[in-house]
């Protein structure tokens, strides 16, 4: 099970949640910020292909900006994705 980054058309990046069932592996498309969302909470790694690696740029030539708190990033995650949508892709998973 994984999250990828797939495409880039008129600015909008496009993502899939590649979730392995037994049948085979479901591609569900997926808003990036989504995606993201629930592979960071479930632990699930996040790959960039396709159109979507274009539009990567050297890590030198962006400004840093400070690192959010912990607490922030959680509040964070909480306000974009409920736990009813957690427990339905954790069972989806079938880690429960």
Request: a negative charge.
């Amino acid at each position: 099970t994984r999250v990828v980054i797939n495409d880039l058309l008129d600015s909008t990046f496009y993502a899939t949640i590649d979730v392995d069932t037994p049948v085979g592996t479901r591609h569900i498309d997926a808003r990036p910020s989504d995606a993201i969302a629930l592979a960071v909470r479930a632990k699930c790694p996040i790959f960039v292909d396709g159109g979507a690696e274009n539009a990567l740029v050297d890590a030198e030539a962006i400004q840093a900006t400070p690192e959010p708190s912990p607490e922030t990033t959680e509040i964070a995650l909480e306000e974009n994705v409920n736990d009813d949508e957690i427990d339905r892709f954790r069972r989806l998973l079938g880690e429960e």
